[in-house]
Nanobody
Framework: QVQLVESGGGLVEAGGSLRLSCAASGNIFSINAMGWYHQPPKKQPELVATITSSGKTNYADSVKGRFTISQDNAKSTAYLQMNGVKPEDTGIYYC???????????WGQGTQVTVSS
């Protein structure tokens, strides 16, 4: 099993930047891909960015051109660089993993991002 710890959230003004981190531990060799999810207030989480173990990335249209997902395999950590943030980016950000069977892993505690207008 993989354990995840997200960090880096906070309060930022619209147009500003934040860098989120997701540290993975445990059975990290089972990880095939990692993703960042955004849960707006009172809504369900939505996938915003993914990165495979080979480094292939994909983004939701809502963040394309503003957010960048990356990973440091040596540190078993994934990052989400958030630039040009908007008030609608406010919410809890979670990371999660997908194994080689396509199964979603366990959720971390998330990190809160609040964007002021």
């Amino acid at each position: 099993q993989v354990q995840l710890v997200e960090s880096g959230g906070g309060l930022v003004e619209a147009g500003g930047s934040l860098r989120l981190s997701c540290a993975a531990s445990g059975n990290i060799f089972s990880i095939n891909a990692m993703g960042w999810y955004h849960q707006p207030p009172k809504k369900q989480p939505e996938l915003v960015a993914t990165i495979t173990s080979s480094g292939k990335t994909n983004y939701a249209d809502s963040v394309k051109g503003r957010f960048t997902i990356s990973q440091d395999n040596a540190k078993s950590t994934a990052y989400l660089q958030m630039n040009g943030v908007k008030p609608e980016d406010t919410g809890i950000y979670y990371c999660n993993t997908v194994d080689s069977d396509g199964k979603l892993g366990s959720w971390g505690q998330g990190t809160q991002v609040t964007v002021s207008s």
